[in-house]
């Protein structure tokens, strides 16, 4: 029985914890703008930039699950707070970074503090709320995390020109410092205190899926990331690692459901949950066509056409505004328009995109900014029908005991598709760039390739949509089936 009593100070705790979400969320997009200040003040290389953004996407989705279980296993408060209070020193040291490998490094560790501390926001809210508060506090949930997306490029660029080069990067992971040791602070004053449940590690934690994951992500990535070096020519057999470590984690996952354990990836969610495969399908791919596109953006309009990282970031500042107002009114469309709301808002983004990519040949470099604000806007819109409707529409079928780890999945497949997509377009555009010598060409290039990526992430959602009207079709069979049969019983009792 639920002895829930309302706690005073909830709404208190859940801003404080919503600002440390926040943070760990925003850094996912806010460097973009800041890496060619980045590459230029530490001499880094273009593959080592690119590590600065993927390895903090790969880190974050790797450890989303595990955070979670230890939340359940040591209590929300406690592993809130370690993970912020690592979150914070991580950024101070990426602030202070004096070479590219202590910079990819500290990204790295901070991304896995990131992806301990976002899990235990939505516990937190699970804890602290019920019945229709619970709704609007993972509503207001949904909008950290859609601003956080938003505003990244924009908040870098505000930061880069106010604090100036050549050390203005710097600022972008300073800026946690502050923030987070007051949210630390006040997170003392308000969070509950939470007893541990009692979890065994070794039996709620699966290191090994953990470790059979990254290797199996790294082998895609670190051919990808290292493409100036001729990495997918001289790493091809990276490849092959990762389809034999990904063929062994599914094999992995698969027993530990068997033997009742707890899995990093459920496999009954994909074998047994309508809809929930090609939900996480077309969240994973989307991510991995529209996450890279704002490095490119940066890469484009700072290196290319020599702005500011701050009129790189205003730049980019439509799209932000068209999935603002998007997302404002998606969540409450679901319900009436369901699937539909994802595929037209996956042609709307594809549809933006390729309107850019052809306008970057058309247009004159000087105009390229006014030129690409409407289709910017198109595209916008559409992102603000897809994330969050997929979401809903994914774990709407989810049986409850498994509701926890369903969006850890989730989540863990976003992050994996942004950290091989960022990889995947910085490289092509990097490429492009080396081979043509015109900016422009590998905008155009790299846009294509994104909307491609989303393409394919349509036409899954379409695929879905097919399904779901099948098996709305045969449950209403089975309905009149079942009338009729009970009709004829009632007859024969007769």
Sequence with gaps: MDDYEPDPKRWKALAVSLTAGFMGLLDVSIVNVALPSIQRDLGASSGGIRWVVSGYALAFGLV???????????????????????????SALAGAAPNETTLVLARLAQGMAAGMLTPQNTGLIQDLFRGPERGRAFGMFGAVVGISTAVGPILGGVILAVFGDPDGWRWVFYVNVPIGVLAFALALRLLPRSEKSGLKLRSEIDFVGILLLAVAVLGVLLPVVESDDGGPARLWWMFVIALVFGAGFVRWEHSLVRRGRSPLLDTRLFTGTPGYASGAAVGALYFCGFAGIWLVFAMFF?????????????????????????????????????????????????????????????????????????????????????????????????????????????????????????????????????????????????????????????????????????????????????????????????
């Design 302 to 494: 700072q290196q290319g056409l020599g702005y500011t990282p701050l009129q790189s970031g205003l730049s980019v500042t439509p799209f932000a505004l068209g999935s603002a107002v998007a997302a404002a009114v998606a969540g409450r469309l679901v319900p009436r328009f369901g699937r539909r709301l994802t595929v037209t808002g996956l042609a709307l983004v594809a549809l933006g995109l390729l309107i850019v990519a052809l306008l970057a040949q058309l247009v004159p470099p000087a105009a390229a900014g006014w030129a690409f604000a409407l289709p910017l806007v198109l595209a916008g819109v559409g992102g603000g029908m897809v994330i969050s409707p997929n979401t809903t529409l994914t774990l709407e079928c989810v049986p409850v005991r498994l509701a926890g780890v369903a969006g850890g999945a989730l989540q863990t497949g976003q992050r994996i598709g942004t950290a091989i997509g960022t990889a995947v377009l910085a490289s092509v555009f990097g490429a492009v760039v080396v081979a043509a010598g015109d900016y422009q060409v590998a905008l155009t290039v790299a846009l294509c390739c994104a909307a491609v990526l989303t393409c394919g992430a349509l036409g899954l959602a379409v695929a879905e949509l097919r399904a779901r009207r099948h098996r709305a079709q045969l449950s209403g069979d089975d309905r009149a089936a079942g009338g009729a049969e009970t009709s004829a019983a009632d007859v024969h009792r007769g």
């Design 64 to 90: 989303l699950v595990t955070g979670g279980r230890l939340g359940d296993a040591f209590g929300r408060r406690k592993m809130f707070l370690g993970a912020l209070a690592a979150f914070v020193a991580t």
